[in-house]
């Protein structure tokens, strides 16, 4: 009788486990990328802290030693007192209400916090307090806090969520002294209102929403396209491309009711899910708030050179017309590679350049510099 052989045989592996290994792989391998990122942030926190207090050191010391008196002198943000005004109730960006306290404290004396809803008279001592900062400025305020803001001598500012329309601003904004705005193309209708300082500073991605994360597959795609598709423009012209015919396309924008083969994306959808599931994002004629979000979650992306984005857009990969898109889009599929280091680069430029420390500290430097 001949004998049973002994060889092993390898395991048959049931789908789910095999589906299960592949998504654990990539899960490893986004938070190594988070981890690497999260470590050098504090690091870099650390650093400017560091630098800023001794920078404060040093001005101090040149003040004494020195016999020229400089026309402005520099403030020194640790010997601030801040009023910091947030909105009553909680809406999608309430998180920036926590995240720029926190960073404020790091850069100023003493920070108090209170609810537009509150009466200001009782947080609003004379001669104490160096800076009022109303952030989003949806909430109504009351008569007496606009006479409460009115009569202080402290500066005054407003950080606008810019989610209403802009004439209905137009009854607050001559109280402040500095508006910053979401977005550039309000400055003109801002300074029209009143005797303003308009600057703007987008609010920075919210670092526990946008962030390099593993979705399920409803959230997949191969081209997110974010922007309209108005004829002989380069989204139009692109819809209609070959290249795309073999894709699986998310659209979000005006004009796309013609390309039934496009998944349109819902209001309700959650965004940070859908840019971690896009392989390439194209963006046109997009907010620098929207281009930073993509960036934020570790996803490449191409941008119109019509979009408005962060100051240093060095680490950003643009187009100007159609024909340079589709050479990126095609390039930058092949070479997968080249196209993780852009969306790395991306992604740091963010974390170190953009976070709600440098925006608190970029706004403060406006006011008091």
Known sequence: MPAKSTKSRRPVQHPNQLYLRQMNATLNRKLKSIRHHLVAQQSDLQQNLMKMIQDGKEQSNDSKDSEKVSDSPRVQYKQLKVL???????????????????????????????????????????????????????????????????????????????????????????????????????????????????????????????????????????????????????????????????????????GWEEFGAFVPVKSYEIREKLYNGAKIVVQDNSSAKRIMEVAACGTFQLISASSSGPANMDDFQRYVTFEELVQKLGHYWDHVDQRRLAASRALSYITYNQSYLHKSLQLMDIIFQ
Request: with cysteine; net charge negative.
């Open 84 to 254: 910091l005004i947030t909105p009553a109730m909680e809406r999608e960006d309430s998180a920036n209400s926590i995240l720029i306290e926190q960073s404020l404290r790091h850069l100023v004396q003493h920070i108090d916090e209170i609810k537009t809803i509150q009466p200001l008279a009782d947080h609003t001592p004379a001669h104490e307090l160096d800076l009022i900062l109303l952030l989003d400025g949806e909430d109504a305020l009351s008569n007496q806090n606009l006479e409460v803001l009115r009569a202080s001598s402290a500066k005054k500012a407003i950080w606008l969520a810019d989610q209403s329309d802009v004439k209905q601003m137009e009854s607050i904004i001559p109280v402040f002294d500095y508006v910053f705005t979401q977005h550039s193309a309000h400055i003109p209708s801002y300074q029209r209102m009143g005797n303003v300082s308009c600057h703007e500073i987008p609010f920075p991605p919210n670092p526990t929403v946008f962030c390099p994360q593993v979705v399920g597959r409803e959230y997949e795609s191969d081209i997110y396209i974010i922007g309209d598709a108005y004829p002989d423009s380069c989204l139009y012209t692109l819809a209609k491309h070959a290249w795309l015919s073999d894709k699986r396309v998310r659209v979000e924008g005006e």
